[in-house]
């Protein structure tokens, strides 16, 4: 569905010269938004993209990225968004995933790594999943050997991308220095056709795409803009990427949907935002604890003089001293947010007074708490659980996942009788894969996961993938990954190494830089006799 830019003519009309996209210096108008896409799309066509195809922007939040993606959205074609960190091995399952015709990169970027059939080279064997390649022995840890001997067969078994009819074609795109990589291959046949296909990680740690479409996209940006009181005059401040369901559902479609003018940052930076904020005004902010945590030490950091700020929490969660430093400084209250790949945002702490909640569900949208069996457990008349499985249920929820072992591991209900997690039963709930309980006041809190799975400021880490990592390292026996927080540096992944022979912890950094994206790289490398 043309779903995207459909809204950006509707915008066009009715702002015209109004500021739309504004980036470091530079911004586009509504109008002149729409001159830049329409040219796009006349690019696009001449290199054969048509409707139905899948295409991938590997970019971060630049223009061009809001530019390219209304571009297909007029195609009809499917916008794909990955992550510009995205390693190699990690790259090769989204791309086995996603059948791509056409990837748009930055220079020097992957695409000197992608062949002609549009993937990357084979993944290296030693680095998939522990929880992929090999059941935990006894103590908890499988020996190396074992991993990788059993994550060779697992690269065999991964779907095969048919090599394509012809040469590949690879254009720069005109006026800029990203490079549009082509592919012979037919759009994926499936029985759904979505607007974009948002990447997270499931419950293995493995690329998982979950498909948007028009009906589960308007739902998800209708309740956004409810929640929050958005109007055409909002300013959304997007420094989350756009690549993340988090800055997408929050910062591009309700911009589009609104006309409103949104501020790209790409520069993950306290400082940067923090200018941003007090030069601009800005009154919408998807932010996570770590980005407020760092505000609020800037000694730049002074009160602001805002009608209605919606300055949102997600990804971990809000300590309160965060919270409260943030308010003093900036005389603004934090508002938690949960929100999910899957179903797009679920509650929200609309007061600010209660970090430690992700405040109540949103109306149109239900949620339940069950045990691990699935019986639900019963709220008292306040609202007040005990703490169990959460489930979602609601318009906003996307129809379909897909995922590089799709063929190998199908969905099917576990011996329980429910469904796995990140999957959805048949009458319609998802289970997320959280855990948590609602207090008195009906206030949703989330307590942790089902499985190994965190978030690193707001983007999905397998424990078991990183240990998986460190041990195919050929001088480390067996590993422990753990994720420490501090309210200062947010969460952080360190880990517990038992050594054969001796090494450094740079040596075993090292090693996890070049096969982990960077949120994933731990922080710490602890030696210890025995685990």
């Known amino acids: 569905m043309t779903l995207l830019y ?16 504004v980036y470091r210096d530079n911004y586009l108008s509504w109008r002149g938004l729409l001159d830049r ?27 061009d990225f809001v530019i390219l993606a209304l571009a297909l959205s007029k195609l009809d074609a499917a916008i794909v968004p990955i992550d510009p960190t995205t390693g190699g091995r990690e790259l090769e399952l989204i791309l086995s995933a996603a059948p791509l015709r056409a990837l748009v990169t930055r220079p020097r970027g992957s ?17 998939l999943p522990r929880s992929r390649s090999v059941r935990p022995t006894g103590s908890g840890i499988a020996a190396g050997g074992a991993i990788a001997a059993a994550a060779a067969a697992a690269a065999a078994a991964l779907p095969v991308v048919p090599n394509p009819d012809g040469a590949e074609v690879r254009r720069r795109l005109q006026g800029t220095l990203l490079t549009c990589s082509v592919y012979k291959r037919p759009p994926p046949d499936k029985d759904i056709s979505p607007i974009a296909v948002l990447f997270t990680s499931d419950s293995l740690g493995d690329p998982k795409g979950v498909l948007r479409t028009d009906k589960n996209t308007i739902a998800a940006v209708d309740l956004a803009i409810a929640a929050l009181g958005l109007t055409d005059k909002s300013k959304v401040l997007v420094s989350v990427p756009l690549f993340h369901a988090y800055g997408w559902d929050l910062g591009l479609l309700p911009t589009l949907k609104l006309g ?67 308010s003093e400084q900036y005389g603004i209250r934090i508002q938690s947010c949960y929100h999910s790949t899957e179903a797009a945002t679920i509650a929200l702490e609309e007061t ?17 708490i069950t045990s691990s069996d699935g019986k639900s457990l019963a ?24 995922g590089p072992y799709d063929k190998e591991e199908p969905t099917t209900p576990r011996s329980s009788g ?23 006041s009906g206030r949703l809190q989330l307590t942790g996961r089902e499985d190994d799975v965190v978030k690193i400021d707001g983007k999905r880490v397998a424990l078991g993938e990183v240990e998986g990592c460190l041990e195919a390292f050929p001088k480390i026996k067996a ?45 710490r490398i602890e030696f210890c006799d025995a685990i």
């Open 6 to 21: 459909d809204w950006l003519k509707k915008a066009a009309k009715a702002q015209g010269n109004k500021k739309a996209v």
């Open 37 to 63: 896409v329409d040219r796009r799309v006349s690019e696009f066509k001449t290199m054969g993209i048509k409707e139905g195809a899948w295409v991938g922007l590997m970019l971060g939040n630049v223009p």
């Open 111 to 127: 695409e000197g790594a992608i062949a002609a059939n549009g993937t990357t080279n084979p993944p290296i064997p030693s680095t």
């Open 260 to 326: 409103a003018t949104m501020f790209l940052e790409e520069e993950m930076s306290a400082r940067r935002v923090g200018k941003l904020i007090r030069d601009h005004e800005i009154d919408v902010f998807p932010g996570t604890p770590t980005l407020y945590a760092e505000l609020a030490k800037l000694p730049t950091a002074k009160k602001l003089d805002l009608k209605s700020p919606m300055y949102l929490a997600a990804g971990s969660r809000l300590d309160p001293a965060v919270a409260d430093s943030f």
């Open 352 to 368: 600010g007074k209660f970090p430690t909640t992700v405040g109540k569900v949103l109306e149109g949208v239900d949620v339940k």
């Open 379 to 402: 709220g008292k008349a306040g609202g007040e659980t005990k703490e169990g499985l959460i489930w979602v249920k609601s318009k906003t929820l996307s129809p379909k996942s897909i």
């Open 418 to 440: 429910m469904v796995g997690i990140g999957a959805t039963d048949k009458q319609g709930w998802l289970r997320t894969g959280d855990l948590g309980k609602f207090d008195k």
């Open 479 to 523: 590993a422990q990954a753990t994720v420490v927080t501090d309210p200062i540096t947010g969460s952080v992944v360190v880990a517990r190494v038992v050594m054969k022979s001796k090494s450094t912890a740079e040596e075993i950094i090292d090693h996890c830089a070049r096969n982990l994206a960077p949120y994933k790289v731990p922080r």
